[in-house]
């Protein structure tokens, strides 16, 4: 018989950092929704704990410092112990990391790189021995738009957002011989906590004038979808893949001919384009 919507992930013990909030609520919620069970795992075991008090019996919280290795090894071992045999990541708690080259805090760069990248390497590190025990097991890392193209005055978060693509990809290459599989998600701008305070037009809430952009920002639950779709057995033959979920923002070139031509009297594109 095959699964139903409600089931297609009962075979999945899903592990879930940053889980208290965001695009991490959203996921657990989702994986849940899927028939999975979830460890959610946050620095925030208030939040933490009262989300997955909120979904049910198969879900259960264990608060994690992705940065602490000592605390992976709990996280798992109470993964183990209250659902079964971890099948699955997803390495999603992330900070801001701010500054610029030339004047950059070292301690953010630190927490950056710790949270941001060292946090998700020691995740993997962590499950990878009881994927290879069970022949199969799923990685999604949450990068960003900011992990594939620079911005400004956001050294650190770039840096540890770069880096979690190549790690991504080097996990996909060593360990797609044991069945596991590694992809990474680079959203575009998700309003959350992380975006809060950001300018309206850039988080969608003015619509944009030029055509070809995103019309709205994305939600945690666009990004929640693409995560249990990358869990699931539907995406058993994607590895090493890299998906930009934006709503289209980064497929254009932020300047085009389209914005200037008037200006420049170049041609009437209204009369020439047949994209209006
Ligand atoms: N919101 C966006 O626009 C956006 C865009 C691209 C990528 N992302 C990435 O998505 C992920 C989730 O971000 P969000 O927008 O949901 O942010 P959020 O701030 O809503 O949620 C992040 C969660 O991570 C937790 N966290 C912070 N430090 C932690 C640590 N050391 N160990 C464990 N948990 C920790 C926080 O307590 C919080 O619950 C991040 O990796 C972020 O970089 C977000």
Not at 197 to 217: E, F
Request: glycine content about 14%; proline content about 4%.
């Amino acid at each position: 018989m095959s699964a139903g919507a409600g089931d297609a992930l009962a075979d999945e013990v899903v592990v879930v950092t940053g889980a208290a909030s965001g695009i991490g609520a959203a996921t657990a919620t989702r994986l849940i929704a899927a028939g999975a069970r979830v460890l959610l795992t946050d620095i925030d075991a208030r939040g933490g704990e009262q989300l997955a008090a909120s979904l049910g019996e198969h879900a259960t919280f264990c608060e994690l410092d992705v940065a602490d290795e000592a605390a992976w090894g709990n996280a798992i071992s109470h993964a183990e112990t209250f659902l079964g045999p971890v099948t699955a990541l997803v390495n999603n708690a992330g900070i801001h990391g701010g500054g610029f080259i030339e004047g950059f805090s070292e301690s953010d760069w630190n927490r950056s790189l710790a949270v941001n990248l060292h946090g998700p390497l020691l995740g993997m590190r962590a499950v990878v021995p009881g994927m290879k025990r069970a022949g199969r097991g799923a990685i999604v890392n949450i990068s960003s738009l900011q992990g594939r193209e620079a911005d400004v005055g956001l050294i650190s978060y770039v840096a540890a957002k770069f880096g979690l693509r190549g790690i991504s990809k080097s996990g996909a290459v060593e360990l797609g011989r044991y069945g596991i599989r590694v992809n990474t998600v680079f959203p575009g701008l998700v309003a959350t906590a992380l975006t809060q305070g950001l300018p309206d037009h850039l988080m969608g809430k003015v619509p944009l004038a030029r055509p070809g952009q995103p019309s709205r920002a994305g939600t945690p639950s666009d990004v929640a979808a693409l995560v249990t779709f990358l869990v699931s057995d539907r995406a058993s033959h994607i590895t090493g893949a890299e998906i930009t979920i934006d709503g289209g923002k980064s497929v254009r070139f932020p300047t085009t001919i389209q914005d200037y031509t008037t200006e420049i009297g170049l041609f009437d594109l209204k009369k020439t384009s047949t994209h209006g």
